[in-house]
Structures are given as structure tokens and as C-alpha cells.
């Protein structure tokens, strides 16, 4: 362990000569749990565990147990911890959704770094948004931080398939609109896919926002990919627990790690593994955070033409498991960087470069992680689009099925397809099966008021399935659109996180069911075919009605809230960057 003297920020609470009275209030409080004064007065540095895990947390339980190695891990490196709750950010369950936590767990882990005595930070993460929340946080204060990830729960096993949690939801609720299962065993298919403590075991959010933590250098080595239950989680809870001691020794702040190179990895690493489309805006928020810009053409740039090299559901058949025992990520990071695809310079927590970290871990099943000359797919990149519906809009198209290139895309890039809008998922559930809107195979089905502002906070509602009369004569999705975001483990073509949002007087408010709607992959354009005077007419009628806010937190969020293609942060939040590392008066 290094052992430079110097002194940490804690010292101005716990060592200050001229305010002994304030000295002994903060002190006395602390030693009623039994630390002593000579823990606190000894210099040491104060490391905070940030505790996601919880009952209302079920993805991050796991850290109830991890944190207690990473308490050894600290305490052994000579550091004293501090372990502390974070507002709850449960992807499935939190109405009206999850994305309006980000930016409040975002706030809350600000307030704390910035008013406590803490000289660096164990940042636990798993479910979706509570790697973006804290990373976004760790870059405000820009104290030293090290993501510990919860990791995936194990493999699921149903009827002798392997099912990833959410894919198999997917496809059951299909098989049940279809007659083909009962809700009974519906319900067992969703228990099959979840048989553990972890995170979503696909590459959904969760494994992809862990993965590109660690991409970042954020955290250490293979940290991501080790399925929640294995001894394996609890070594590197102790390692990491370790490793932020030494780095508050060594001053090791995110400011030092999260350049724009380390991004751009990142960019390309979202692509090799099949990532998640909330990827998008949650790596501009870190980005924005973090002092970095990342233009819509950056992720054609550096990801678009980078092939899928991961085989793991939605987009190719395997779990967290097999992903961990192949590698996991620096074994993606290993054919990144001998294609180039990657800079393997960048600075990390390990206090070593990104290609020293990963030197030698290849992967060891080919099947799984397969080399970057003979990937699963070409360009897994998300595809940007823009045109007079929206200025920016993402689409992954690696799970685009062949069933829907038959039908649309023949021999060309470009489809047009009859729009079917719908205000909100209430409308979507109330009116797709309506005889009436004549839904056929060439349709497109359009949902808005799904914003950060007109919902409030982007929901996972893009991926809405066709009408039943379709799916019982095998067409199991169309094509979608929305200002919301998409599930990371949904299999429709959809185009996403479309900015502005219709709430925020984006061209899908103007949009009307029967509009043709022109998309053309090639040209990175979508266009519906309404003349100019007649958008200008349509536009003077206003933005469709959005729901008032029902707490306050909601308008808050919603007066503060940037739009997807930036990120969806609090704009006014981006300026306090290393502001907040100087410690607060008394
Ligand atoms: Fe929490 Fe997927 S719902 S990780
Ligand atoms: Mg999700």
C-alpha cells in the first residue's frame, strides 16, 4: 500500500484544531457504533460503500453480502469504511418508470460525497440505472471511485431451454396472446429465467451498463460478467475494497479515467457485445458528467461498423454464465484492441492501461466470444437516424429478425410502412386490437408521450407487439418507433429514443395515424411523406395532452430534464463538475 502522507478531505471534519467543539460533535456520533476516536483522528482514509442492494433493489441484493468483503478489503488496505444507503432504482417495478431514479439517485450520491467526510467511494452496481446514476455522481465530485458490479444472476432453465430473464417474457407473452400457454405457465417460464440473486443474466441493460463500466477502466478486471452467486464475487468485492484504498492514496479520480477515448471504447465495446439501446443516453449522461462531448456521429464513428463478437441473448443465445467462463469482458476488450477497434493507453482504476489490464485474456470459448475476423453479425453499432419526425434517433438493428428483411427490405435499405400512432401505452393497449385501424404487415406502429418529459421519465414502451389477429398468422412484430426507450432484450425493429419528444414539440406530435412513414437505413433517414404546409398546419394544432406530475420530484425532473439525444441529464447539473469536491463549511 502506498503510504503517502497525504491529507484527505476528511481530515477537515476529524482534524481541525481551531473547531475542536465541532471536531467532537461529528466524532461522538460516529463512535456510538463503537469506532474509536483514534480510527477517525489516525488519518487513514474515510472510504463510503455506496449500498444499492436492498429489498425494494432485488438486482442488487447481492451487495448486502459483497460489501461485507468490501469492508475487509478496505479495512485490510488500512481504510476505514463507511457504508451508506442510495435512493432504490428498480428497473421492473418503480412506476411510472425507473428512468425518472437515475437523475434523483444521481442528486442524492452528489449531496453525500459533496457533505460527508468521504475521501473515495465504492460505487455498487447491477440493476440498469445504478451504474449510470453513480458513475454520473463519482464524475460531479470527482472524488477517487471504483464501480463493484453485483453481476447476473445465474442461467435460467426452462422445458430444457436456456431463457434469459426478459427474453423469455417477451416470447411468453406472445405464446400467451397466441394460445399457445396459460397465464399459469407464463408464469413459471418468468420464475425459470430469474433462478438467483443478480442482475438480468442477458445482455440487457444491466450486463451492458456493468460491461461498459468496466470498458471505461472503471472498474477491475473482469469485475462485470461474474455471475452474482459465485465465490468468484466475493473475491472482487475484497480485491475492489482493497484497490480504493491505494487509489485514495494515489489521488486516482474519475477526471483521470474518463476522457474521451475511454468513451469511445466504450462506444465500440457496446457494439462486440450486443448492447443495450439505453446504452445511448446513459453513456452521453456519463459522458456530459464527466466534461465529455459524444456527437450522434461518434456512434456511427466508432461503433456502427463493429461487428457482434458476443453470443448472448437477446441477440444470440447464451447467458451471463457461459459470457463469464469465455471471458467475459477483457476477453471482448482483447479483440477490440487487436483490431484496433479500441486505444489501449487509457488510464484505469488498477492504475495500469486498459491493454495492460487485458493483456493475455483471450477467450476461452470461441463460441461464446468469438474473434473479431469471424463475428456473429457485421455492424452492430446502433444506427443513427434523423429526418423531419425527429433530429436524432437510434435503432439496434443485430436483432432485427430475418422474417422482417423478407418482408421489408428487399433488396433495398428503405421501407415505407402506414403509421399507426398511439398517445401512451394506455392507448396503445386500449386501441391495437381495434378491427377498425386495419393493422396489417406493412404497417409501422408509432408510440409518443414516452419522453423524459411527457411521461415523465423515458419508459421501456417502444417495443409494443402487433395485434393479436397478426400474431396468430405468424407475424410476430412490425416495425416500431417512439420518443421512449426499448427494452434491451426485446427482438422488434425498432427506432428509439427519438429527440425531441413529441411533449417537447418534436415532430411526432405532428405525426397522424395513415401518415406514410419512409425509412431509410442506408441514408440514416426517417421521414413521413406530409408536405410542408401541411406539418405547419398540423403543428399550429399543438403537442397531444401529457399527464400532469404526480409528486414533485416528477416536475422537478421534468423542468430540469434535457432530452434523450443529450443524455437526459439535469442541464444545470453538468456545470458543478469537481466543483463540489471542496469541502462544504461547517
Ligand atoms: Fe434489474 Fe434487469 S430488472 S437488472
Ligand atoms: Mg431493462
Known amino acids: 500500500m502506498a503510504s503517502d502522507p497525504r491529507r484527505f478531505r476528511s481530515r477537515d471534519w476529524f482534524d481541525d484544531p481551531e473547531r475542536l467543539d465541532m471536531v467532537a460533535i461529528y466524532l461522538e456520533r460516529f463512535m456510538n457504533y463503537g469506532l474509536t476516536a483514534d480510527e477517525l483522528l489516525g488519518g487513514k482514509p474515510i472510504i463510503g460503500i455506496a449500498q444499492t442492494g436492498g ?14 468483503r468490501v469492508r475487509e478489503g478496505i479495512r485490510d488496505a488500512g481504510g476505514i469504511p463507511m457504508e451508506f444507503p442510495l435512493h432504490p432504482i428498480f428497473e421492473n417495478c418503480r412506476r411510472p418508470t425507473a428512468a425518472l431514479d437515475r437523475n434523483l439517485a444521481y442528486l442524492g450520491l452528489v449531496e453525500i460525497l459533496h457533505g460527508y467526510p468521504i475521501d473515495a467511494v465504492v460505487l455498487t452496481t447491477g440493476c440498469d440505472k445504478t451504474t449510470p446514476a453513480q458513475v454520473m455522481a463519482a464524475s460531479t ?111 486516482l479520480r474519475p477526471s483521470k479515467v474518463l476522457t ?53 441473448q437477446p ?17 471482448v476488450l482483447c479483440e477490440l484492441l487487436r483490431a484496433g477497434r479500441i486505444d489501449g493507453n487509457v488510464s484505469t482504476v488498477t492504475g495500469r492501461t486498459l491493454a ?14 468469438t474473434t473479431y475476423e ?63 385501424l386495419g393493422i396489417d404487415e406493412r404497417c409501422i406502429l408509432v408510440i409518443r408521450g414516452a419522453g423524459p418529459i411527457g411521461w415523465p421519465g423515458s419508459a421501456e414502451v417502444v417495443n409494443m407487439q402487433p395485434p393479436d389477429a397478426l400474431l396468430k398468422r405468424g407475424i410476430a412484430s412490425l416495425p416500431t418507433i417512439g420518443d421512449g426507450r426499448q427494452s434491451g432484450t426485446s427482438d422488434s425493429p425498432s427506432i428509439l429514443n427519438a429527440s425531441p ?71 444545470l447539473a453538468v456545470k458543478y463538475r469537481g466543483v463540489c469536491a471542496k469541502t462544504p463549511r461547517h
Open 501 to 571: 419528444e413529441s411533449a417537447a414539440g418534436g415532430g411526432l406530435a405532428w405525426l397522424r395515424t395513415g401518415d406514410i412513414v419512409r425509412i431509410d437505413l442506408a441514408a440514416g433517414r426517417c421521414d413521413a411523406l406530409v408536405s410542408d404546409a401541411e406539418i405547419a398546419r398540423r403543428k399550429a394544432e399543438g403537442t397531444p395532452p401529457i399527464p400532469a406530475s404526480a409528486t414533485p420530484w416528477q416536475e422537478l425532473y421534468r423542468n430540469t430534464v434535457s432530452q434523450m439525444d443529450s443524455g437526459a441529464v439535469m442541464d
Open 260 to 312: 474521451r477515448r475511454a468513451f469511445l471504447n466504450a462506444i465500440a465495446t457496446i457494439a462486440a457485445i450486443g448492447g443495450s439501446t439505453n446504452a445511448q443516453p446513459h453513456l452521453v449522461a456519463m459522458a456530459r458528467h464527466a466534461g465529455v462531448t459524444i456527437t450522434p456521429e461518434d456512434w456511427m464513428t466508432y461503433g456502427r461498423d463493429v461487428p457482434l463478437i458476443v453470443n448472448m
Open 141 to 251: 465530485a470527482d472524488l477517487p471511485a471504483i464501480v463493484l458490479s453485483g453481476g447476473p444472476m445465474l442461467d435460467g432453465w426452462h422445458e430444457g431451454e436456456l431463457v434469459g430473464s426478459g427474453t423469455v417474457i417477451w416470447r411468453s407473452r406472445r405464446k400467451l396472446a397466441a394460445g399457445e400457454i396459460d397465464p399459469r405457465q407464463f408464469l413459471e417460464a418468468a420464475a425459470a429465467s430469474a433462478p438467483s440473486l443478480g442482475h438480468c443474466n442477458t445482455m440487457g441493460t444491466a450486463s451492458t451498463m456493468n460491461a461498459i463500466a468496466e470498458a471505461l477502466g472503471l472498474s477491475l478486471p473482469g469485475c462485470s460478467a461474474i455471475p452474482a452467486p459465485y465465490r468468484e464475487r466475493g473475491q472482487m468485492a475484497y480485491a475492489t475494497g482493497r484497490r480504493i484504498v491505494e487509489m485514495a492514496y494515489e489521488d
Open 55 to 68: 429489498d425494494l433493489t432485488p438486482c442488487n441484493r447481492v451487495h448486502l453480502d459483497t460489501a461485507k
Open 356 to 369: 495492460e489490464n487485458i493483456a493475455g485474456r483471450e477467450s476461452t470459448d470461441r463460441d461464446v466470444i
Open 374 to 436: 469471424s463475428p456473429l453479425q457485421e455492424r452492430a453499432g446502433f444506427l443513427v437516424l434523423r429526418g423531419n419526425l425527429f433530429d436524432f434517433a437510434i435503432m439496434k438493428t443485430s436483432v432485427i429478425s430475418e422474417d422482417f428483411r423478407k418482408r421489408f427490405l428487399s433488396g433495398t435499405d428503405a421501407f415505407e410502412g402506414r403509421a399507426i400512432v398511439f398517445d401512451g401505452s394506455d392507448d396503445y393497449h386500449a386501441r391495437i386490437n381495434d378491427p377498425e
Open 315 to 331: 441477440a444470440g443465445k447464451y447467458l451471463g454464465e457461459r459470457f463469464h467462463r469465455a471471458g467475459g469482458v477483457p476477453a
